[in-house]
């Protein structure tokens, strides 16, 4: 007789019957990590075509990435298919995909002229980001962490920090760096700061603070800034990659401030 068979349900012991629920996987938990493994793999090939000097492909692969990133969270959240093993699946793929390909893209296209001081900038950027992937992976599973804290990361996010270090390429993309191998000292500088940025504890606007629903007099706006964010950046990439970046820049403080807010009205709260 089958162990696993349907119709042996009366005889089959418990171990067997564990088999039997590993033996099939629901669909909703598949479909997420289809879509973590679909961004992996244009994360890798970002790293080819940076070797084939395809530069602009190459950062676009990332971009696409880290838009299938904030996908594949959702998409299991939706169909409450989320699972260890996804959270850890995602977590490795943000490795990659946000510190090592990032790192090896602004190393090849600039870094490279400084040798080896320009080699070890990008592999701190590297170290930076899988111990800000560690630290989150631990602080997820926090018992002390107050309701409002959801709305906040601690240090700028990989997919934030991925889209930072590489603001010189962009500008470079817009011709308004020319010369690379000229601007690669002050390139360095910048790639140190945004890997100290990750590493921090400097407390960053998370998006998951506005919650499943949605006013609905917010709706209409929502939906045409979307299309038009889109749009935009379709049309002018680099322009827009470049004005969002340094208004992420500009919203760090202001995060700061936020965070410092909601956690004395809690010491008060609580003395």
Same mark, same amino acid.
């Given at each position: 007789m089958d162990p696993f068979d349907d119709t042996s349900n009366d005889t089959e012991t418990p171990r067997q019957q564990r088999l039997k629920r590993f033996k099939t996987i629901p669909l909703k938990f598949l479909l997420p990590n289809a879509i973590t493994l679909l961004a992996l793999c244009l994360g890798v090939t970002s790293i080819r075509w940076a070797m084939d000097g395809r530069f602009e492909l190459a950062v676009s692969a990332i971009i696409v990435a880290t838009v299938l990133d904030a996908l594949d969270g959702r998409v299991a959240r939706l169909l409450k298919g989320a699972s260890r093993f996804g959270a850890e699946l995602d977590s490795l793929a943000d490795f990659v995909?946000?510190?090592? =390909?990032?790192?090896?893209?602004?190393?090849?296209?600039?870094?490279?002229?400084?040798?080896?001081?320009?080699?070890?900038?990008?592999?701190? +950027?590297?170290?930076?980001? !899988?111990?800000?992937?560690?630290?989150?992976?631990?602080? +997820?599973?926090?018992?002390?962490?107050?309701?409002?804290?959801?709305?906040?990361? =601690?240090?700028?996010?990989?997919?934030?920090? !991925?889209?930072?270090?590489?603001?010189?390429?962009?500008?470079?993309?817009? *011709?308004?760096?020319?010369? =690379?191998?000229?601007? !690669?000292?002050? #390139?360095?500088?910048?790639?140190? /700061?945004?890997?100290?940025? #990750?590493?921090?504890? #400097?407390? =960053? /606007?998370? *998006?998951?603070?506005?919650g499943q629903r949605v006013d609905r007099d917010l709706v209409l706006p929502i939906l045409a800034g979307s299309v038009l964010f889109t749009v935009l950046l379709i049309s002018y990439p680099w322009q827009l990659l470049t004005l969002t970046v340094l208004g992420y820049l500009v919203m760090l403080p202001i995060g700061w401030r936020s965070y410092n807010r909601h956690k004395k009205a809690d010491l008060k709260e609580s003395s």
């Open positions: 995909n946000f510190g090592v =390909t990032p790192a090896l893209l602004i190393y090849m296209w600039s870094l490279n002229s400084l040798k080896n001081l320009g080699w070890v900038v990008a592999l701190a +950027l590297v170290v930076a980001m !899988a111990l800000r992937l560690a630290r989150f992976n631990v602080a +997820l599973e926090d018992p002390d962490k107050p309701a409002w804290a959801v709305k906040f990361f =601690t240090g700028v996010p990989a997919p934030a920090g !991925a889209a930072l270090v590489m603001l010189p390429m962009y500008l470079g993309f817009l *011709g308004i760096i020319t010369d =690379t191998k000229a601007a !690669a000292p002050y #390139i360095l500088v910048f790639v140190a /700061f945004v890997a100290f940025l #990750i590493i921090s504890k #400097i407390p =960053t /606007f998370s *998006g998951k603070g506005f």
